[in-house]
């Protein structure tokens, strides 16, 4: 009988330990994790310092010398470029396709050298540059893929070995550095969940929404609770005030297909000699658009250059009236922007045109607030661009610290959305992301990024 107890008592204590050990094991990678989010918090607010730096010599630049652009535009892409090709394969593009492509892709050898912390670094540094060379890109694209790269790389220092922890670290990453970039937590977490990974797993959903609480958090500890269009109180009532959903919804639905439409087409490669040029000289095609974009600049008086937020702010507060010259040559700019083939995203562009394009529709709908239809426009632009309403909705409801134009946002994003995959049926991320699929897994060994510019993802 003694002897009974004694074993019982022996492997109870043997289970405690065990336990135990489990328990400080599951703690110290919860303890990683949440580091790592913290981090992606700091790193993205780092890159948002650094990219308004950027801005900001690139004005006073402008205003000392508006022609001083005709030689910064394309050497700063030309360089960017090369630079691209040479050092950081794979950090081309917005960034978001490569995450998608990063969360099915079955060999975890190429993951790792998509999402390598020297591919972040020269994420956030080629796109520095070129928003200081004047490219109408974004940092917001290229956030997420640095988000996971620096949660895939605290995956690897913990020798994950499951694909579905790995996967929903990087989808982690990815969604936290949306947050963090826009301090939009809501649209963060929509973000992942409708564009990124198209599902809602219980396995991924806790460190998803861990990280993009805690990344939340350390951007607004550091820069303060803020929202990039400040704090907007027009309202959109149902009867007559609908016209502007319908308008805009229609308008934005139009523009962003066709953009889409566009964009899709050039990554398969640009037709004829241009396509053979591009081909052959890659960085002085480059320049070339530098050159376009640094004629842009000058016929528009420099508001095609960089983001466009400011722009984007002073229509929606209704501080600066701006023609449609503004939209349609930021709208020529980001494509010029993309086909060069530098690192930079699409979405702070995207915002700037759709806020331009209500801009100019509101003058003709007195019936309605004008810079609630400005809103509208700008959710029917960038909803048709991403192809993801929901995603849409939110960012510009929490950028612009509104709830009350809820119902009105999401119904011109919907029908914005729908007239977008008619003109363009796959969504542009997603095409992208296959697109990039396609060449690493039919390349041995894998490329980080596709051949020429005008292919990458």
């Known amino acids: 009988m003694k002897t009974d107890l004694?074993?019982?008592?022996?492997?109870?204590?043997?289970?405690?330990?065990?336990?135990a050990r489990v328990t400080t094991a599951q703690w110290r990678r919860k303890i990683v994790y949440w580091t790592a989010a913290v981090l992606v918090g700091l790193v993205a607010v780092g890159f948002a310092s650094a990219a308004d730096t950027a801005a900001a010599l690139r004005t006073r630049l402008v205003a000392w010398d508006p022609w001083i652009m005709l030689a910064l535009t394309p050497a700063g892409l030309a360089l960017s470029t090369w630079l691209t090709r040479t050092w950081f394969r794979g950090a081309q593009g917005s960034g978001i396709p490569q995450t998608i492509a990063a969360l099915h892709l079955e060999n975890f050898a190429i993951v790792d050298r998509l999402l390598s912390l020297r591919i972040a670094f020269g994420k956030i540094v080629l796109t520095t540059m070129g928003l200081l060379a004047g490219a109408s890109i974004g940092r917001e694209g290229p956030t997420v893929q640095v988000g996971a790269a620096i949660m895939h790389a605290f995956g690897r220092w913990l020798n994950l070995s499951t694909v579905s922890v790995r996967r929903g670290l990087i989808l982690a990453g990815g969604a936290s550095g949306v947050s963090a970039a826009f301090n939009t937590p809501l649209g963060g977490i929509v973000f992942a969940i409708e564009e990124l990974s198209h599902s809602f797993e219980q396995r991924t959903s806790g460190t998803m929404l861990t990280g993009v609480i805690l990344s939340g958090v350390t951007a607004i500890a550091l820069v303060g609770n803020y929202t990039y269009f400040g704090h907007t109180d027009v309202v959109v009532p149902i009867g007559i005030s609908w016209i502007a959903v319908l308008t805009c919804g229609i308008l934005g639905g139009i523009s962003g297909g066709v953009f889409s439409a566009i964009l899709i087409r050039t990554s398969q490669g640009l037709p004829g000699m241009l396509g053979q040029f591009v081909?052959?000289?890659?960085?002085?095609?480059?320049?070339?658009?530098?050159?376009?974009?640094?004629?842009?600049?000058?016929?528009?008086?420099?508001?095609?250059?960089?983001?466009?937020?400011?722009?984007?702010?002073?229509?929606?507060?209704?501080?600066?009236?701006?023609?449609?010259?503004?939209?349609?040559?930021?709208?020529?700019?980001?494509?010029?922007?993309?086909?060069?083939?530098?690192?930079?995203?699409?979405?702070?562009?995207?915002?700037?045109?759709?806020?331009?394009?209500?801009?100019?529709?509101?003058?003709?709908?007195?019936?309605?607030?004008?810079?609630?239809?400005?809103?509208?426009?700008?959710?029917?632009?960038?909803?048709?661009?991403?192809?993801?309403?929901?995603?849409?909705?939110?960012?510009?409801?929490?950028?612009?610290?509104?709830?009350?134009?809820?119902?009105?946002?999401?119904?011109?994003?919907?029908?914005?959305?729908?007239?977008?995959?008619?003109?363009?049926?796959?969504?542009?991320?997603?095409?992208?992301?296959?697109?990039?699929?396609?060449?690493?897994?039919?390349?041995?060994?894998?490329?980080?990024?596709?051949?020429?510019?005008?292919?990458?993802?």
């Open 6 to 19: 004694t074993e019982l008592r022996i492997r109870h204590m043997r289970h405690l330990r065990r336990s």
């Open 279 to 457: 081909a052959r000289r890659p960085i002085a095609f480059a320049a070339l658009c530098g050159l376009v974009l640094a004629v842009l600049g000058l016929a528009s008086g420099g508001i095609t250059y960089g983001t466009g937020y400011t722009q984007a702010r002073e229509i929606i507060a209704g501080q600066t009236s701006y023609p449609a010259s503004f939209f349609i040559l930021k709208y020529i700019a980001t494509i010029v922007s993309y086909c060069s083939g530098i690192p930079g995203g699409l979405f702070a562009p995207s915002l700037a045109i759709g806020a331009g394009i209500g801009g100019w529709v509101a003058q003709f709908l007195p019936h309605t607030t004008p810079g609630a239809v400005v809103l509208l426009g700008t959710v029917a632009y960038f909803s048709a661009v991403v192809q993801a309403p929901l995603t849409a909705s939110v960012i510009v409801m929490e950028m612009s610290d509104n709830q009350q134009v809820t119902l009105a946002l999401l119904a011109t994003s919907f029908l914005a959305y729908g007239v977008s995959r008619m003109i363009c049926p796959r969504s542009l991320y997603s095409a992208l992301a296959e697109k990039f699929l396609s060449v690493v897994e039919n390349t041995e060994p894998p490329p980080a990024e596709t051949p020429a510019p005008a292919e990458r993802p």
